[in-house]
């Protein structure tokens, strides 16, 4: 069974960093080409992508947000991690991980995601 | 950067047919996304490649994708289809970003 699990603080403080963790299972992140999204989506309102790690380690950003971001991957873990820094109270929003089988080019898998409040 | 339009909301009674628009610059020559979100959940694939369903996903869903807009069609709808439903594409500028229209809430009267 195929499953990705969000993990990161539930708040965090204006101009803070926040790190978040994406930790797979069921297939590997260095089988190729198999990439994993992180979108994230406010309150009330759409999704929004942000960040793409191919098989190859490749990366793709947002361009209004490239600045603060950084994916990456450790393989051995099985996990891919977001940073996005600077954060503030309009980066509320609930954050979450999808699968992208290259083969597919769609989110095919979900994580559950996980909130993250932005307050001081 | 490219952008989807989708209408805010589309409303439909039971066992009738829902039609979900997408907009975008030549969106026929992409390969459009669907995906379902249902209050406090995940989205859910629903229709990739302009038209393909997923194991799971009823027959009762299907897409379309021509000129400037692509459709998602819900035919027979029923009361488990209300939720929120998005297209997704991929980029052509340098980083090939992701893009999601900005979703249709499907309301089942």
């Not at chain 1, 393989?75 to 597919?104: G, H, I």
């Not at chain 2, 302009?50 to 897409?63: A, C, H, M, T, V």
Request: include cysteine; charged fraction near 15%.
């Amino acid at each position: 069974q195929v499953t990705l699990k969000e993990s990161g603080p539930v708040l965090v403080k204006p101009t803070e960093t926040l790190t978040l963790t994406c930790t797979v299972s069921g297939f590997s992140l260095s089988k190729a080409r198999m990439g994993v999204s992180w979108i994230r989506q406010p309150p009330g309102k759409a999704l929004e992508w942000l960040a793409h790690i191919f098989s190859n380690d490749e990366k793709s950003y947002s361009t209004s947000l490239k600045s603060r971001l950084t994916i990456s991957k450790d393989t051995s873990k099985s996990q891919v991690v977001l940073t996005m820094t600077n954060m503030d109270f309009v980066d509320t929003a609930t954050y979450y991980c999808a699968r992208v089988p290259e083969w597919l080019d769609a989110f095919d898998i979900w994580g559950q995601g996980t909130m993250v409040t932005v307050s001081s | 950067s490219y952008v989807l339009t989708q209408s805010p909301s589309v409303s439909v009674a039971p066992g009738k047919t829902a039609r979900i628009t997408c907009g975008g610059n030549n969106i026929g020559s992409k390969s459009v996304h669907w995906y379902q979100q249902k209050p406090g959940q995940a989205p859910v694939l629903v229709i990739f490649y302009d038209s393909d369903r997923p194991s799971g996903i009823p027959e009762r869903f299907s897409g379309s994708n021509s000129g400037s807009t692509a459709t998602l069609t819900i035919t027979r709808v029923e009361a488990g289809d209300e939720a929120d439903y998005y297209c997704q594409v991929w980029g052509t500028s340098g980083d090939r970003p992701g893009v999601f229209g900005g979703g249709t809430k499907l309301t089942v009267l």
